[in-house]
DNA sequence: ACGCAGTGGAACGGTCGTAA
DNA sequence: TTACGACCGTTCCACTGCGT
């Protein structure tokens, strides 16, 4: 197959998970295009700096494509763009299908058991319908043990959305009102469902038995992005805790995609640029660690991808 | 509002390469 | 030989747009 696909699977997973790829190309290139014979014309919307970004690092995936897409017809943009879309699909395709089953593991207490027990392939006793998932999927401002909170989310009296981030993206899965940022997009979980994603599956047990290099390295991921914790935490709280069966990136009940966005607009803001600059620093220790313990030998065909340890 | 066809996407069974 | 993990192919489903 294409090699564009696997740059696509890592591009979903990365970069942005809901993004269409062909209005995102044929745009950039018409912008790079423009800028080239400097007719420096301001037709057409004005991309938002996010826009032009993500597909800079489109580009950068697969090499050589930067000239391929300045000189490809528009069918042939349409084959590349494809391609990426394929990727991503199956990415998030094999994702759901492993996370669905292993975060009951996660979400077990240690030597204990999950009461009433949940199915690894059945999803549609989780949700606010467990006590342990409506707890990990509980707003976070709200108090699960309080039980007129559990019947209101229970009949979707209360509808979460926005900012309203849920009880799992914190440490210890609370909340500290003076220090908002205090845990937020560090808990167990999400590193779980990260390593498991990017590094291996047995990675996110003490000893790894993989036999094959994980996506991280298959795709030479330098660093954590803003866009694979906005896709890890997607992943989790929108699919494998909900009672949804089926993931939908805009059904109305799960709104994936709002969640994915809302999680990357606000990592983004510039107001929040120290916090995340340190947060992004945190995963980066924190994966490499994980990553040089793990660390195979590398092949020659390895040897040309940087470590994931090399910023920060 | 309804039926219809086309299309994209999710689920899942399966394959294949790799390393112990 | 076996376990592991990335990736592929098939099938089914939901959504969209169109005509009535």
Known sequence: TDPLVSHGRHFGRAIDAFCKPFPLIKEGVAR???????????????????????????????????????KASEQELHYIADMFRKGAAASRGDDTKSLKSVIIDWITPPGGSLVPPLSRNIKTDRGYYHYTTG??????????????????????????SGNDWHSFLYVGYKLNPEKPWEGFLRSDLLLSAFKHVFTSPSSVERDVRATRSGNA?????????????????TMVVRFALSSNSVF????????????????VNFLEKETEKKEVEALLGWWNSFVYLLFSFSHQPLTTSQANFPSLSCRV
């Open 248 to 263: 939908t990136r805009n059904d109305k009940a799960t709104a994936s995609e709002i969640f994915y966005r809302d999680i």
């Open 32 to 70: 790079a295009r423009s800028s080239i014979c400097s007719c420096d014309h301001k037709g057409g919307s004005l991309p938002s700096k996010r826009e032009h970004r993500v597909f800079q690092e489109l580009l950068k995936l697969s090499p050589g494509l930067d000239n391929r897409v300045l």
């Open 217 to 233: 390295e298959l795709h030479g991921m330098q660093s954590v992005t803003v866009g694979s914790l906005a896709y890890i935490a």
């Open 135 to 160: 707890r990990l999927l509980c707003p976070v401002v709200l108090d699960w043990e309080d039980e007129e909170v559990r019947k209101s989310l229970r009949s979707g009296e209360i509808v979460v």
